[in-house]
């Protein structure tokens, strides 16, 4: 999917070196929930961390709201000990959160830690405003104390604040319903617990009867980061159908481009992480009791990571849907046994692929796995790389151009002229990644159907068997 525009410009922003005065650039947890000292470097002003339950998201999230103290005059700060406390059946200590963070053109290091019974260092944290937004949103407002005594009809307004326009238009862009105004309301039984309302269509709607998404998108509006602010949003897409993850994301990538903000989120959800880029989205991978997060993962990866059916024997990673359908291609031609048994996972990055390599060959995925890089990739530990010697599309359109583009009229019934003259243009283009596109438009036929034939074309016509045996060798080993 391509990046959107609130996004792009985002990046463009970021990429300019221009902004973004007060940064946290890095992480290190040690003895907090299973974290020991694994670090998670901040390279992007928006990411989004994913992982199964239980891998650590949280962690991420309390950690850096630990980092810092209050800016004057922006509430009370967070503390450690506010996200890990010492209970009954928790006993802390040798914990640490290590940090860096950026002021101005200074990066300093600096560490909250607990190596007894008290939480050591908060008096040196530099200051800032802290936004950590949990799931207590999620709580509908008839369940939370002191509330459901305001759900009476005897009961009346007493005052209200009004939501500004632009928050409401911003509301109303989320939710793709048109909004005409909202505002804060305090009841005459209860002060101190406002009730957001809602006015569509002419009709009124409060708290207690909006939509469970709705409802919690008209709170969490109502948070005002100031400039520079660290903003840490736990689940961001919770309650939320697909199309409003989408645009909340957009939503938020505009707010954090207008006012230099860090956000980082966590999520389960592959529409969030198809809104970012590569770079801003990590993948938490618990394997054995190990962590380690990698940066770059595909939302395609980070969805097969977190299914809960039944898989095939053997995972095949590779880093993108073209490589996906190279490497079908290939066993379908020279392995057609083994298809069936094994499921192929576009993985994202590169450096993706050489952390699941280092995995591979520490032997820490729970059943046989194997890791492709494209053939333009130099070689790495627990890695294979797929034949050709250069990026897949490169490897498939050279060899077929070579062999003058032997039977690929037949595969897509097209014009012989016609799909060879596509294919040729195209391969005009500098960037080889948009040649498949380029000559799909000029055939009329989906990207992926002209790519499956031109994949099946090349393993049928231009691989030889012994090149092929160093790529399917591997998993029929890693099989039997």
Same mark, same amino acid.
């Given at each position: #999917?391509?990046?959107?525009?609130?996004?792009?410009?985002?990046?463009?922003?970021? @990429?300019?070196?221009?902004?973004?005065?007060?940064?946290?650039?890095?992480?290190?947890?040690?003895?907090?929930?299973?974290?020991?000292?694994?670090?998670?470097?901040?390279?992007?002003?928006?990411?989004?961390?994913?992982?199964?339950?239980?891998?650590?998201?949280?962690?991420?999230? /309390? &950690?850096?709201?630990?980092?810092?103290?209050?800016?004057?005059?922006?509430?009370?700060?967070?503390?450690?000990?506010?996200?890990?406390? +010492?209970?009954?059946?928790?006993?802390?200590?040798?914990?640490?959160?290590?940090?860096?963070?950026?002021?101005?053109?200074?990066?300093? !290091?600096? &560490?909250?830690?607990?190596?007894?019974?008290?939480?050591?260092?908060? !008096?040196?944290?530099?200051?800032?405003?802290?936004?950590?937004?949990?799931?207590?949103?999620?709580?509908?407002?008839?369940?939370?104390?002191?509330?459901?005594?305001? =759900?009476?009809?005897?009961?009346?307004? *007493?005052?209200?604040? $009004?939501?500004?326009?632009?928050?409401?238009?911003?509301?109303?862009?989320?939710?793709?319903?048109?909004?005409?105004?909202?505002?804060? *309301?305090?009841? +005459?039984?209860?002060?101190?617990?406002?009730?957001?309302?809602?006015?569509?269509?002419?009709?009124?709607?409060?708290?207690?009867?909006?939509?469970?998404?709705?409802?919690?998108?008209?709170?969490?509006?109502?948070?005002?980061?100031?400039?520079?602010?660290?903003?840490?949003?736990?689940?961001?897409? @919770?309650?939320?159908?697909?199309?409003?993850?989408?645009?909340?994301?957009?939503?938020?990538?505009?707010?954090?481009?207008?006012?230099?903000?860090?956000?980082?989120?966590?999520?389960?959800?592959?529409?969030?992480?198809?809104?970012?880029?590569?770079?801003?989205?990590?993948?938490?991978?618990?394997?054995?009791?190990?962590?380690?997060?990698?940066?770059?993962?595909?939302?395609?990866? *980070? #969805?097969?990571?977190?299914?809960?059916?039944?898989?095939?024997?053997?995972?095949?990673?590779?880093?993108?849907?073209?490589?996906?359908?190279?490497?079908?291609?290939?066993?379908?031609?020279?392995?057609?046994?083994?298809?069936?048994?094994? /499921?192929?996972?576009?993985?994202?990055?590169? &450096?993706?692929?050489?952390?699941?390599?280092?995995?591979?060959?520490?032997?820490?995925?729970?059943?046989?796995?194997?890791?492709?890089?494209? %053939?333009?990739?130099? *070689?790495?530990?627990?890695?294979?790389?797929?034949? %050709?010697?250069?990026?897949?599309?490169?490897?498939?359109?050279?060899?077929?151009?070579?062999?003058?583009?032997?039977?690929?009229?037949?595969?897509?019934?097209? +014009?012989?002229?016609?799909?060879?003259?596509?294919?040729?243009?195209?391969? $005009?283009?500098?960037?080889?990644?948009?040649?498949?596109?380029?000559? =799909?438009?000029?055939?009329?036929?989906? %990207?992926?159907?002209?790519?499956? $034939?031109?994949? $099946?074309?090349?393993?049928?016509?231009?691989?030889?068997?012994?090149?092929?045996?160093?790529?399917?060798?591997?998993?029929?080993?890693?099989?039997?």
């Amino acid at each position: #999917m391509k990046i959107s525009k609130q996004m792009r410009l985002l990046q463009s922003k970021w @990429t300019s070196g221009v902004g973004w005065p007060k940064r946290l650039e890095s992480l290190e947890i040690n003895g907090l929930r299973g974290w020991t000292g694994q670090r998670i470097d901040f390279r992007t002003p928006m990411i989004a961390i994913c992982g199964e339950n239980g891998s650590g998201k949280s962690t991420v999230l /309390q &950690s850096a709201a630990s980092v810092y103290g209050s800016e004057r005059g922006m509430g009370a700060p967070w503390f450690a000990s506010d996200f890990f406390p +010492d209970t009954p059946w928790d006993n802390i200590h040798d914990a640490a959160i290590k940090f860096t963070v950026r002021q101005g053109t200074e990066s300093t !290091p600096g &560490s909250v830690r607990k190596p007894t019974d008290r939480w050591r260092g908060n !008096p040196d944290r530099p200051e800032r405003n802290v936004q950590y937004i949990d799931l207590a949103r999620l709580q509908p407002v008839s369940s939370r104390t002191g509330y459901l005594k305001l =759900a009476k009809s005897t009961v009346k307004e *007493a005052t209200s604040s $009004a939501i500004d326009a632009p928050t409401v238009a911003r509301l109303s862009d989320i939710m793709g319903r048109t909004y005409s105004s909202g505002k804060m *309301a305090i009841t +005459d039984v209860d002060a101190t617990r406002p009730v957001p309302v809602v006015s569509l269509e002419g009709k009124e709607f409060s708290g207690f009867h909006q939509g469970a998404g709705e409802f919690t998108m008209t709170e969490l509006l109502q948070i005002d980061p100031p400039r520079y602010s660290l903003v840490l949003i736990d689940e961001v897409e @919770t309650s939320l159908h697909p199309r409003a993850q989408r645009r909340l994301i957009r939503d938020l990538a505009e707010l954090c481009r207008v006012r230099e903000l860090q956000m980082i989120l966590t999520t389960h959800s592959p529409y969030v992480l198809g809104e970012l880029p590569p770079e801003a989205r990590g993948y938490i991978l618990l394997k054995g009791g190990h962590r380690e997060i990698v940066f770059g993962v595909s939302p395609d990866f *980070a #969805m097969t990571q977190m299914d809960e059916e039944l898989h095939p024997e053997c995972d095949l990673f590779v880093e993108d849907e073209r490589a996906q359908l190279m490497l079908q291609e290939l066993m379908v031609k020279f392995a057609p046994d083994l298809i069936g048994r094994v /499921q192929i996972i576009p993985f994202g990055a590169a &450096s993706v692929g050489k952390a699941l390599g280092m995995m591979v060959k520490g032997n820490r995925f729970p059943r046989p796995s194997l890791v492709y890089l494209d %053939g333009d990739q130099e *070689a790495s530990d627990g890695c294979l790389v797929l034949p %050709g010697g250069d990026a897949p599309e490169r490897v498939v359109f050279e060899a077929l151009k070579k062999s003058n583009w032997t039977l690929l009229d037949a595969a897509t019934s097209r +014009d012989f002229a016609q799909i060879a003259d596509a294919c040729d243009r195209a391969m $005009a283009s500098s960037n080889h990644h948009d040649w498949v596109l380029n000559a =799909a438009n000029r055939v009329v036929l989906g %990207g992926d159907i002209l790519w499956q $034939a031109m994949c $099946a074309e090349w393993a049928g016509n231009c691989v030889r068997e012994e090149d092929a045996k160093q790529i399917t060798d591997p998993i029929r080993q890693a099989l039997s």
